[in-house]
């Protein structure tokens, strides 16, 4: 009798906060994906507290769709992103996870890309794409391939992963842990950091998800407020690298310099944008 293989089981995580305009358009680039797939799979949305119809159009969407069995609604009190992701961890019951925004989607092949890389480079632990066409214009001292591997170093230097871009084997939860809920601005930074120094975590020379609402990467709006905080937390970030052992204290003095120097340069372009 013919051995029957198990398939693989991914879990796709979906914060949600005020997003009617764009959660619906979120989760459908999501589902195509899995649309005739090789993958068993499960997508949380995770409504942190919203106080529009966010959560009422996700229950309708969910109602009336084909794939009903395999989308579910959570709904939390406000705690913020990094909350809202780790609800989802929780209960994910898949070998590996992966994210969306609720104002991103997916590029059409991303799962199947990423998968492919993965299962065919059993040592790499992470594999993330591109949101940014620059993303990795400055990966420090490195010629850019298809296939980088980041470590520790460059990430301190700047974060190269965005959660809607990276898919990863749920197991490297063990030792990663979960987001920290006490970090409203460069949450995922903090999480990165510690996914990279443990792990192996490639990532992709190839543009995997685009916004929906053509939000900037930071600095919409004028809002140099947001830019203080974010700042505030990537340093924040680097000095946990340092105080874990991560990095060594050149890297570290180096590190906290490089991100005050792209700080002022944010506060510069934000004002010419604005202008």
Not at 191 to 208: A, D, S
Not at 262 to 275: G, H, M, N, P
């Amino acid at each position: 009798m013919k051995k029957q293989i198990k398939k693989i089981f991914i879990s796709v995580i979906i914060p949600s906060y005020n997003s009617s305009s764009t959660i619906i358009e979120s989760i459908i680039s999501v589902v195509k994906e899995f649309t005739n797939s090789k993958f068993n799979w499960e997508l949380i949305v995770v409504d942190d507290g919203s106080d529009d119809d966010s959560a009422k159009l996700v229950s309708e969407y969910i109602t009336n769709s084909i794939n009903s069995n395999n989308i579910y609604l959570i709904s939390q009190e406000n705690g913020g992103v990094a909350a809202a992701r780790n609800t989802g961890l929780k209960i994910a019951k898949g070998d590996y996870i992966a994210f969306n925004d609720s104002d991103d989607k997916w590029l059409k092949g991303k799962i199947q890309l990423q998968m492919d890389y993965l299962l065919n480079n059993k040592s790499v632990d992470m594999v993330g794409g591109v949101f940014d066409e620059d993303i990795l214009s400055t990966i420090p001292f490195k010629n850019i391939k298809y296939d980088n591997i980041i470590s520790i170093k460059d990430q301190v230097l700047k974060n190269y992963f965005s959660p809607q871009t990276t898919i990863f084997k749920k197991d490297n939860l063990n030792k990663v842990g979960l987001f920290n809920e006490e970090m409203r601005y460069a949450e995922e930074g903090y999480f990165f950091n510690r996914m990279v120094f443990f792990y192996k975590c490639v990532i992709l020379n190839k543009k995997v998800t685009v916004t929906i609402n053509n939000k900037g990467r930071w600095g919409d709006s004028g809002l140099s407020g947001n830019l203080k905080e974010m700042e505030k937390g990537e340093l924040y970030n680097i000095h946990q690298a340092y105080k874990a052992n991560f990095i060594k204290f050149p890297l570290f003095v180096f590190a906290i310099i490089f991100s005050v120097f792209k700080y002022f340069r944010r506060l510069v372009l934000t004002k010419i944008k604005i202008i």
